[in-house]
């Protein structure tokens, strides 16, 4: 069961071009059509200062506005499920893991 | 030109600071007098700003200026003030067939009705043409007499009740209030949720500067309890993102009323940022383990402000066994697993190399140590390479003190390795484990007595 929610946040092109380079863009493509949204179709960017607005605007929006309300996350090496109750995804490690 | 910024004689020690973190944050062109030459204990500073926008905008940020006055004159008395005031007749002859208004004011003093129109009298030589105008003036002028302590007194110079000598004169016309109404503002008692250890609003507007919230800016409080340092980070125009070790206090309980009770957990820090008009600047909330942070990306935070909880009135906490408790099976079926006691030592260590981490360069980490005042010495605060101390701003509370710490990450270290590796290899400066706020919750609750003297009072 997953819910996502649309928070809207302020706008700003340049501070999602200063974040871009840090950004796995691969994983966040995976990660979104992992929740049923294909809207990211670029594969690979190179160059985010060469972007059109609107594609800022879709990481604005996938990044910023896109609150996953229940669901879980699977962490791809351990496989352990960290869970996402109210919009406040649990990020603890069990009392075995440590 | 020149400015008279009259401060606010709350938070002494953290008046430069600020000052300093708005400039910066403004890119202003401001001089000020260097901090040797500066008395705290005076409501009044001189200062060179390039521009009236530029002192407007300083006072539109600074919680600890009431107000900035253009000067036109000064003097060490009302004789020397108007003789200055006539030479500097370039300044305010623009001004002299505008609608005005007079408004007579002393550091730490009244002066009586009768003297105040003596003192506005005296400027006719002035000779203004137009008329007064209380209500909407053109031009509103300004007599400001600063008082300073009596130096001869053996009261304490920073108390209200010091008996105080007249110091010097100023004249010139009203720019600006500062942001003292958003202490108000930002009252806890009147937010939406708070909880029994929201820090007060006058000392967030502090933090928010001195982590130099603004636009386009990401900031995370990693302690984040009830939200109190993100709403002014936001309010200033940062993103903002919060965790703790406890999802429950940070999601609140939405559907209730709030009921006015400290313990109250109505609303969440959701609900009051969308009160404040704020939301739009929350990123997210999380629950984590400050010391097992998810992150695999360094240098991509702005400013980490927090205030780390000290183990008086809440204790930190961290992921782990306590001593002495072995593993069972059972605790993997916990909802929360088993927590230990964090030491403040440990803290404020993990808290200065994970920001040299996690800080994009010339970012910033803000938090407050408390510290016992008999104990303190300046390299009781931890730093590490990448890393170093920018401001020690103290509230003394009498046996023991807080002291707000702003560093700031001057130089890159190599964030590309895993976080693990990166920390292991950090130098981190702690000179010795006897740093007074080690323990200081053994320490407050013997009232930070010694405790060989405990012993033998019982």
Redesign the interface.
Known sequence: MCRIEI????F?A??IR??FP?LDYGVLKSTLESLGDDSLKLDSVEDIDGQPEDFLRLLHKVL?EM?VTQGEMTCGNCQHKYQI????????????E? | MKFLLVFSQSLLDFRLAELDSVVEVLNLDLSRPSDENVDLNSACLVVDIGSEDGARALAGRCVLIKHIIQIFAQGSSYDDLHENNKKAVHLWKVYTDKTFAFNVEAAYKSIPKERRMNIINAFSYMQFTAQVNFKKPYIQYEVFEEHKADINSDVDHAHTYAPRLFHRVYFGRFIAFGQRSLVPKFDVKKRAYFGNTSMESEVTVLMANQALARKGTLIWDPFVGTGSMLYLCAYFGSYVMGSDLDGRQMRGQPGKQHTGHPGSRAGGILSAAKDYGVLDKFLDLFTADVTRIGWRTGGTLDAIVTDPPYGVRAGAKRIGLKQGVEYKESYSAQPRPPTQDYDLLNLTIDLVVMSAYLLKRGGRLVYFLPTVNEEYKETDVPTCQGMRIIANSVQDFGKWSRRLITMEKFEDIDTDDSLQNILSNIDINTADKNVSHSNFREKFFRAFEPLEEQIVNQ
Do not use: S, V
């Open positions: 928070r809207e946040q302020e700003n340049d501070f200063a974040f840090k910023l609150d109750n109210e919009g406040i995804p649990n990020m603890l490690l069990g009392a075995d440590i």
